[in-house]
């Protein structure tokens, strides 16, 4: 438990502090693709290099913080979510797109720093590190929000996501992720202390919670609870962090309040992939991202988030809510061939006829249900409730 608090800020314990510590000095292998080998670096090492180098390059960073997941992990360890990502922020002033091109250039310089010895560094060119070691990269640039994101591969989800941001109006999507640890005090005493830290010898170390109220958020980590503000305002509205918080274990704070917001979540999200082809691209991506390692979790993901959307959907004409509860049900179809609970996908019958977009050649057909009356399940139709028995 926090020793001290003051609205969205809070000094954290001892406990929290030696958890922070061991996860900043923790190794953390990026995979390199094809023959590229593997990159160890412990998070404390690649802030040290990064904001280093950028600080020659004439860029200001401000501030260094944890975010995300991995700062909830620190502020209460069995908080049910576990962490992936390690979400690092280094807020700094990017004021235009040769402040942009240089953070790219000065993290892909960086990774040359951890390749294994005996390795030729002069021959690998930063597109090259790209390529290799990056899974993603991110840029928004407009009125309200100026960030870029480079996130680095880990085989088992566990990338380090390092965000550059000068502004960013909503920093968090729930109470339970809007955690940030402040590092900039420990840094330093990495830097200076030449004695180990110790219960009487260690940094202040501030957590803030974006949300508002820290120790209400704090509450909703320790029990569980799905509490936020103003969904519209996030894009995508949240439903899919809100359905796989659901299938975590989490529950509404308030359930009659959040039906509400759930359908906010659904209108924002229909609003900002409107397209079923984007909403296709969108659900595949998350289940990507989110489920590496947790593959059998991925049918009770879509299970919850077809309820969601089947309950909480007023926003679309009759047609469009049959397509996107189509496209969940053929992805939930897909799920559970790749497990090997439906021995045949293409002899299941699916409940909503397969919408237009089907045709497009960029749709998969390997997880198109045929909606032929040739498959019986078994008499309690567990494996799928959306697909009626024959």
């Known amino acids: 438990m926090a020793e001290e608090s003051r609205g969205s800020l809070s000094v954290l314990s001892w406990e929290q502090v030696r958890r922070l510590d061991a996860l900043l000095a923790e190794s953390i ?5 094809w023959n590229f080998p593997t990159l160890h670096m412990r998070p404390r090492d690649i802030v040290r290099v990064v904001r280093a180098r950028l600080r020659e390059r004439h860029i200001d960073v401000r501030e260094v913080r944890l975010n995300g997941s991995a700062a909830s992990h620190v502020l209460h360890e069995d908080s049910g979510l576990g962490y992936k990502d390690l979400d690092l922020i280094f807020r700094a002033d990017l004021k235009g797109e040769r402040e942009f091109q240089t953070v790219k250039e000065v993290v892909l310089h960086s990774l040359l720093d951890f390749l294994p010895a005996g390795v030729n560094k002069e021959k690998i060119t930063p597109l090259t590190l790209k390529e290799a070691y990056v899974q993603k990269m991110v840029k928004v640039c407009n009125d309200s929000d ?9 085989n088992s989800g566990k990338n380090v996501e390092l965000k550059f941001v000068d502004s960013l109006r909503r920093q968090f999507e729930f ?8 590092l900039d005090s420990l840094l330093l005493f990495y830097e200076c202390s030449e004695n180990p830290m110790a219960e009487t010898f260690h940094p202040s170390i501030v957590g803030e919670s974006v949300y508002g109220d820290f120790e209400e958020a704090l509450e909703h980590l320790r029990c ?17 962090k809100y359905c796989h918080l659901l299938v975590r274990g989490f529950r509404a704070a308030s359930q009659p309040h959040m039906k509400q917001l759930e359908r906010y979540m659904c209108s924002r999200f229909f609003i900002d992939f409107p397209d079923v082809a984007e909403q296709r691209r969108k659900l595949e991506s998350y289940l990507q991202n989110h489920f590496v390692g947790l593959e059998e979790r991925k049918y009770e993901y879509l299970s919850t988030l077809h309820g969601v959307v089947s309950e909480s959907t007023v926003c679309l004409m009759g047609h469009e809510r049959r397509q996107a509860l189509s496209l969940i049900t053929m992805l939930a179809v897909r799920v559970l061939a790749e497990q090997n609970v439906i021995p045949n996908v293409a002899n299941v019958t699916c409940y909503y006829q397969p919408a237009p977009y089907v045709a497009d050649g960029n749709f998969s057909n390997y997880y198109v249900a045929q909606v032929q009356p040739v498959y019986t399940c078994q008499p309690s139709n567990t494996f799928c409730p959306w697909l009626p028995c024959n």
């Open 29 to 33: 292998p990026i995979h390199g693709r």
């Open 146 to 154: 100026r960030w870029s994101l480079i996130s680095l591969s880990n």
């Open 175 to 182: 109470s339970v992720d809007s955690f940030q640890i402040r």
């Open 224 to 240: 569980k609870l799905i509490c936020t503000r103003n969904p519209e305002e996030i894009r995508g509205g949240g439903l899919l």
